[in-house]
């Protein structure tokens, strides 16, 4: 029981807003576009989800700061928390705490702390929102939903160099992001999230959620988590510590 839901904790935090920033120069990089007719749509709705959440002021975000409430719902059983993220270049740190558990992950550019030991979680830059900013980026491959759910919903894949993948729903009139899903591999256990988008918030030229609701299917196990952000800052000046491991 305590195992799993240690499990669960540390997979909310990974789905926690956090934006990195692109290494070089991305103004002049293209977006790869293939030749099959299906990914070149795809990118098309890419490339207008981009512009929609900020365009070149999200692919140049240095840093983000966010903050705010975590409800969690583990079999049965709610746990209101708060979360905390930052994240700046290559580096980040989050925090997410509850009454029962809680979990922090730091980065400083060189090595990877948890405070949970034991589970290799994959980089919170590689899944969901975050992944955004990397449209364009060489190696991140753009292209059109499966069968079934490009049937049903407006959207597109982003695969990232190592392999995680995440399916993006998007609002037809907007451009914006309604939700997204996507799949991975977490210790022994394949974990299923899927994400709906409640509000957004425009914070310097960048649309970024600010309230979502999130589900995630462990085999047996559902759990579900509700996120909402008070605050945002974009491009703060970072503390010079804010990034140390703790020895």
Same mark, same amino acid.
């Given at each position: 029981?305590?195992?799993?839901?240690?499990?669960?904790?540390?997979?909310?935090?990974?789905?926690?807003?956090?934006?990195?920033?692109?290494?070089?120069?991305?103004?002049?990089?293209?977006?790869?576009?293939?030749?099959?007719?299906?990914? %070149?749509?795809?990118?098309?709705?890419?490339?207008?989800?981009?512009?929609?959440?900020?365009?070149?002021?999200?692919?140049?975000?240095?840093?983000?700061?966010?903050?705010?409430?975590?409800?969690?719902? #583990?079999?049965?059983?709610?746990?209101?928390?708060? #979360?905390?993220?930052? %994240?700046?270049?290559?580096?980040?740190? #989050?925090?997410?705490?509850?009454?029962?558990?809680?979990?922090?992950?730091?980065?400083?550019?060189?090595?990877?702390?948890?405070?949970?030991?034991?589970?290799?979680?994959?980089? !919170?830059?590689?899944?969901?929102? =975050? %992944?955004?900013?990397?449209?364009?980026?060489?190696?991140?491959?753009?292209?059109?939903?499966?069968?079934?759910?490009?049937?049903?919903?407006?959207? #597109?894949?982003?695969?990232?160099?190592?392999?995680?993948?995440?399916?993006?729903?998007?609002?037809?009139?907007?451009?914006?992001?309604?939700?997204?899903?996507?799949?991975?591999? !977490?210790?022994?256990?394949?974990?299923?999230?899927?994400?709906?988008?409640?509000?957004?918030?425009?914070?310097?030229?960048?649309? !970024?959620?600010?309230?979502?609701?999130?589900?995630?299917?462990?085999?047996?196990?559902?759990?579900?988590?509700?996120?909402?952000?008070?605050?945002?800052?974009?491009? =703060?000046?970072?503390?010079?510590?804010?990034?140390?491991? =703790?020895?």
């Amino acid at each position: 029981m305590k195992k799993i839901l240690i499990v669960t904790l540390a997979l909310f935090a990974l789905a926690l807003p956090a934006l990195s920033q692109i290494n070089g120069d991305t103004s002049k990089q293209a977006v790869s576009v293939k030749t099959g007719s299906a990914d %070149v749509a795809a990118t098309d709705i890419a490339k207008a989800t981009l512009a929609a959440h900020g365009g070149e002021k999200l692919k140049k975000l240095q840093a983000l700061v966010t903050k705010g409430s975590a409800d969690l719902t #583990f079999m049965g059983q709610a746990m209101p928390g708060a #979360f905390s993220t930052a %994240v700046s270049g290559e580096k980040y740190y #989050f925090e997410l705490t509850s009454a029962v558990q809680s979990l922090k992950q730091i980065y400083d550019g060189r090595e990877t702390y948890s405070s949970i030991q034991g589970f290799a979680l994959p980089p !919170v830059t590689s899944l969901g929102f =975050p %992944v955004l900013q990397r449209i364009g980026d060489p190696g991140y491959k753009i292209s059109e939903l499966g069968e079934l759910l490009k049937k049903k919903k407006r959207g #597109f894949r982003i695969t990232t160099p190592e392999g995680y993948y995440t399916d993006f729903f998007v609002d037809e009139k907007t451009s914006q992001i309604k939700g997204y899903e996507s799949s991975y591999e !977490v210790g022994d256990r394949v974990v299923t999230t899927s994400v709906e988008v409640d509000e957004m918030q425009t914070v310097e030229g960048l649309v !970024v959620p600010k309230k979502y609701s999130q589900r995630f299917d462990l085999g047996q196990i559902t759990a579900y988590a509700n996120f909402k952000a008070k605050e945002i800052l974009v491009n =703060p000046t970072m503390d010079a510590g804010a990034f140390t491991i =703790p020895k």
